[in-house]
């Protein structure tokens, strides 16, 4: 089973609405259940798959305001080892891999919080602009279509993508899945 709990650490007045909303917008990605709001900051939910625990934290992360905690069990609550594993910094993702014998987790949980730490590190590197053209690519565009989109020459989309990390951060995303994945199949 796997779950993942988020906790918001952005400085929003009216957080206990920002928090739900948030919620209720996060309970629409495929996948995802619907979110328990566990205090006025805290939220967690259950996930289909490993990929759509990766969308998730993908979400979270892009925002920059939420302590992520990612839980992988094959015994016990999936949703109490996430929430275990959230810390108090924003944009950052704490790891539980509990598995029936702790010794075939290995490195797997502090694997998983190690490449997400590089994944935010790329994020929260971008510019404004490196966001709109990744946003653009991610969501199927070729660097053709997102250029004329944008108004911008081809040479220009593949220097914004580059200067986004754009290569390093689909790198590290499936990393991120292929890690996931087998932590949620151990024993």
Aim: charged share 20%.
């Amino acid at each position: 089973m796997i779950a993942v709990h988020a906790r918001y650490r952005g400085r929003e007045k009216g957080r206990a609405q920002l928090v739900k909303r948030s919620a209720e917008a996060l309970s629409t990605l495929p996948g995802v259940g619907e979110f328990e709001i566990v205090g006025v900051e805290d939220i967690r939910a259950h996930v289909d798959s490993p990929d759509d625990a990766l969308n998730l934290i993908m979400a979270l992360l892009s925002d920059g305001n939420w302590a992520i905690g990612l839980g992988i069990t094959q015994r016990g609550s999936a949703a109490a080892s996430a929430t275990e594993a959230t810390g108090v910094k924003p944009a950052a993702v704490g790891v539980i891999v509990d598995t029936v014998d702790p010794a075939d987790a290995g490195t797997a949980a502090p694997d998983i919080a190690a490449v997400f730490a590089l994944i935010g590190h790329v994020l929260h590197k971008r510019t404004y602009e490196g966001r709109e053209a990744t946003a653009l690519v991610r969501r199927g565009l070729t660097q053709n279509e997102a250029a004329d989109r944008l108004g911008i020459s081809k040479q220009a989309m593949s220097q914004r993508l580059q200067a986004a990390g754009w290569r390093a951060e689909q790198a590290g995303v499936q990393l991120a899945l292929n890690l996931i994945g087998r932590a949620s199949l151990l024993p």
